[in-house]
T-cell receptor, first 113, second 118 residues
């Protein structure tokens, strides 16, 4: 069985602070894919990143960065210098082999001005 | 513009009524999916279709039905058998279905439909 755990239910920060969203996953597959999606108040899920299990290289995209560590089964997401527009619910998701996409319960991030 | 559209944005259902949620995509994607989201919860898969005229049950298919007569359309019917239909429903699509192993499996989502029971 596959499982994604986002232990942080809600996080509140002040603008310009850095914030890290945690994601821990469980799978028995050797080939799998990890995702992060953003859900702003409008409701639509916005795709942010996809990472396969053979690529542990960390990635940076503007103010966003992702830290993938197979040894700890974690795929954490950091926002640097947070902005009010970053306020949203962020979902981590796992897809193993030809399996379905499994979502965590999400972390609600509130960035206060 | 290419994308996924869902309608209506809000839908009200009376007791014993069937209602249909629309999902259309003009991305030429083969696969389409329906998810249900409850407050404070992640998304749960209702049904998915990897090709026209074929679809499979997801984790919570009871009380729902779908059809896939056209590549660009994947409507979801919430039947009267679904006793707790109040939720946010999201449709998604991907270039390929679940058997792929590359970026073409990435799912892209529509804006969602919020279903409420009167």
């Amino acid at each position: 069985a596959q499982k994604v755990t986002q232990a942080q239910t809600e996080i509140s920060v002040v603008e310009k602070e850095d914030v890290t969203l945690d994601c821990v996953y469980e799978t028995r597959d050797t080939t799998y894919y990890l995702f992060w999606y953003k859900q702003p108040p409008s409701g639509e899920l916005v795709f942010l990143i996809r990472r396969n299990s053979f690529d542990e290289q960390n990635e940076i995209s503007g103010r966003y960065s992702w830290n993938f560590q197979k040894s700890t089964s974690s795929f954490n997401f950091t926002i640097t210098a947070s902005q009010v527009v970053d306020s949203a619910v962020y979902f981590c998701a796992l897809q193993g082999g030809s399996e379905k996409l499994v979502f965590g319960k999400g972390t609600k991030l509130t960035v206060n001005p | 513009d290419g994308g996924i559209t869902q309608s209506p944005k809000y839908l009200f259902r009376k007791e014993g009524q069937n209602v249909t949620l629309s999902c259309e995509q003009n991305l030429n994607h083969d696969a389409m999916y329906w998810y249900r989201q409850d407050p404070g919860q992640g998304l749960r898969l209702i049904y998915y279709s990897q090709i026209v005229n074929d679809f499979q049950k997801g984790d919570i298919a009871e009380g729902y039905s779908v059809s896939r007569e056209k590549k660009e359309s994947f409507p979801l019917t919430v039947t009267s058998a679904q006793k707790n239909p109040t939720a946010f429903y999201l449709c998604a699509s991907s270039i390929l279905g679940l058997a792929g192993d590359n970026d073409q499996e990435t799912q892209y989502f529509g804006p969602g439909t919020r279903l409420l029971v009167l």
